[in-house]
Each structure stands twice: as C-alpha cells, then as structure tokens.
C-alpha cells in the first residue's frame, strides 16, 4: 500500500462519529398508525399500519460506550491481537443508522412526513459546536506546540513523531470542517501528516446523512417495503466493492476510508430500523428468538474481532468485513427489541451508559491526548484516558448540553407562538 500524508501506512485505525444518540427519541414505544397516511392508493380499503415508535434506550448507550472504549484500546496501541476498534467502527454505524432511520420513521408516523430542515438543524445543533471548540483548541496547541515532536505521533504505533506546520494543520481543520477529512486523505490532498485521522469517520457518517436521509424520506413516501428493499441492495452493493476491491488489489486507503465502502452497516441499520418499527422484529422473534439472533450477532463480531486483522487473505477479510457488517446492526436491533435480556442489563450499567452518552466528545478528545502522551508507556495511556474523561465532560456541560438547551427553548418559543409543530415538508406513505 502506497504511504498516505493522511494516517500511517498500516490499515487506518477506526473511530467513529457517534453524533447520533437516541436520547432524542423521547416519543415512547408505542404502537401508533401515521397521521398522514395516503389512503387514495391501491390500500385505501385497509387501515394503515402500526408504527412503534422507538424510545431511549439505555442498552444502547452503553453499547455506545463499550464501541468507544474498544476504539480507545486500538488507538492506544493495546491488544493488538484483536481487531477491536475496527469491529467497534461496524458497530457504531450499525447503530447510526439505526438511530438516525428511526428518527425519520418517528416523525413520519407522527407527522405524516419529514421536515429535512429541522433534521439536519438537529444534526447541526448536536455536532458542530463540540467539535468546532475542539478544533480551535487543537489549532491554539499546535500553533504554540508545532514544533515538538509529541505534537503528532501515531499513538498505536508508538512512532517518535515530528513537528506539525502549521499550514499543514490548517488543512487539516478545513478538512474536518467540511466533512471531508476521509476524501482528503484518499486522495491525498493534505500536504503532510494530519495528526487529526480519526475524524475520518465522523465524515462518513456526515456525507451518509446527507445522502440517505433525503433518500430514505422520498422512498417512504412511495413505499416502505422500497424503503427498506433499496437499502438493503445498496448495502449489498457496498459489499461487493469491498469484495471487488480486495481480490483487485485496489484496497488503500479508499477501501478504509470511503463512504462507499462504509455504508453496508449503517444501510442494515437503516433497513432494520424500519422492519422493526412495523412490526417485522415481531415475526421474526417466532422463528429466530431474540437470545439467538444476539448471539449471532455476537458470534459475527467475533470473527470481526480475530480476524479482521491486516496482512488477511483477500477471502478472510472481506468476509469478515461482511460478518462485521451484519453483526453490528443485528446487535443493535437485538437490544432495541429487548432492552430487559441479560445482555441488554449488562449494558445499562451506568459507568458503561455514562461512557456512551459522552461519548462523542470522547472521539473527538481522546485520540489527540493518545497522540500528545503515548511516548510516556503506560502512564501516557492512563492519563489520556483521565483528560480524555475530563474533557467529554467539560465539553458536555459547557458546551454541548448548553446548545442543546438552547435550541429547546428556542423550539418551545416558536411553538408556543404559533401554536403547532414545524410543519413537516412531506406527506403520505403506504406500506
């Protein structure tokens, strides 16, 4: 593999964007038949379906938390032998796109249609302001500190590190600005090394929202059963790429990076979503009971976890990349459809739930204190994870958590003025 400016010439290590958490699913699970259903076409005879609405789940915060702490161990260099940080990746675009369906099939059932404006406000509010404080610091600490060596190491692969030009780190800020650090890097844009390879996920995850919730929003209105067929075909279709990629030998950074080859598991998350808002987990339960299908999932995970490892077959990793794919969206419907299962308390314990629910400002903070405190051995790993702590939670409470609000009572007013909800932009579904 030709050497990247981007992340170092190993397999880039994985992170995740996590700006999706369904703690704004405050709706309740719920059977409810959609406000707006179309009923001139060939179903008007019959009622429409139910919709359950998906509520906050804690399992899922804590599946959150244990997917970061796996991507942390990868970063830090630590149980090597074990693929986990990028067997966490899968899991949290698994749970991505679960989240983010969810919350389209929400307000759709709800609503009757989807307001893409305040979708996308939503993302905005909850993603821009964490990580642009995040930058402005990184950027002050590298114009004070470019010079030192420290100020960009490779954690994992305790590499001695250089200094970082500061017009090097300005390319680097613009590229996560944009949401297009992973393109940068496939492409090699950046001029040097961009101590800053971790957000290459967060992008993904980004360009997949723009895309896909609009998508998701036109198919809907047509047909769910669409809905739900086209998202499973593109993900299939990401699958054969990563299939095509590695037997051609193509693989790069491209194959690691792209939002191409990303998708697969936010697509079954997706998808998933949607079976299991009408009812589809239901049918399912009689035939693959819920302990089985967890683990299954747990079972595709582990493959993931052993061997999904650089220097593979072409054979092995792209079918373990396949049961990585499968393995996390099938866990997170598991949990969602049975929080109360043993697995489910065991991830709602509440150091686990805490880690997920500040968990992306631990993205965004951990892997930069890795990098500056790696050289130190053992002790630079334990206090990156302190400060790491220290900062998720500094920036949930001055930061995130007051935007947030804000944005709440800013909602609260508008509705109070007018008396009704945003009216939504779409209307009509037949399933």
Not at 22 to 48: C, F, I, M, N, Y
Not at 269 to 286: C, D, F, K, S, Y
Request: aromatic share 12%.
């Amino acid at each position: 593999m030709a050497p990247s400016t981007f992340v170092d010439q190993q397999r880039p290590s994985s992170g995740d964007g996590l700006g999706v958490d369904d703690s704004e699913l405050e709706l309740g699970d719920q059977d409810v038949r959609p406000s707006g259903a179309d009923l001139t076409g060939p179903q008007s005879k019959q009622h429409p379906p139910e919709v359950r609405l998906l509520r906050h789940t804690p399992s899922l915060d804590g599946l959150r938390g244990a997917a970061w702490f796996g991507v942390f161990l990868t970063h830090a260099g630590l149980l090597s032998f074990f693929s986990t940080g990028q067997t966490a990746m899968f899991v949290f675009f698994g749970l991505s796109g679960f989240l983010i369906t969810s919350l389209i099939t929400n307000e759709f059932a709800l609503r009757g249609g989807v307001s893409l404006r305040r979708f996308f406000a939503r993302r905005a509010y909850r993603l821009v302001p964490a990580l642009a404080v995040f930058l402005v610091i990184w950027l002050a600490v590298v114009a004070a500190f470019g010079s030192h060596p420290w100020i960009r190491t490779i954690p994992e692969h305790h590499s001695p590190g250089s200094a970082e030009p500061f017009n090097v780190a300005l390319e680097g800020v613009g590229g996560a600005i944009v949401y297009l650090t992973n393109w940068f890097g496939i492409y090699h844009v950046f001029t040097g090394y961009i101590p800053l390879g971790h957000l290459w996920s967060l992008a993904v995850e980004e360009q997949v929202y723009v895309i896909w919730a609009p998508l998701c929003l036109v198919l809907m209105m047509w047909r769910r059963r669409v809905a739900i067929g086209v998202a499973l075909a593109l993900a299939v279709g990401s699958l054969i790429e990563v299939f095509a990629l590695e037997f051609t030998h193509h693989t790069g950074d491209h194959l690691y990076m792209g939002t191409d080859t990303r998708s697969g598991a936010f697509l079954l998350g997706g998808a998933l979503a949607m079976i299991w808002a009408h009812g589809g987990l239901r049918a399912w339960r009689r035939r693959l009971p819920n302990t089985a299908m967890a683990a299954l999932a747990i079972a595709l995970l582990a493959a993931a976890l052993v061997w999904l490892q650089p220097g593979a077959t072409p054979w092995v990793y792209a079918l373990t990349w396949t049961a990585a794919t499968l393995g996390g969206p099938l866990l997170v419907a598991a949990l969602v459809e049975r929080g109360d299962s043993l697995l489910g308390r065991m991830l709602s314990g509440r150091v686990i739930t805490y880690l997920g629910r500040r968990s992306y400002a631990l993205y965004l903070w951990h892997y930069v204190w890795l990098t500056w405190l790696r050289s130190l051995g053992w002790m630079g790993v334990l206090l990156a994870l302190g400060l790491s702590l220290a900062s998720a939670e500094l920036s949930w409470r001055l930061v995130e958590s007051r935007v947030l609000a804000r944005k709440r009572r800013r909602e609260s007013l508008r509705t109070q003025s007018t008396g009704v909800s945003p009216h939504p932009v779409a209307f009509g579904a037949t399933g």
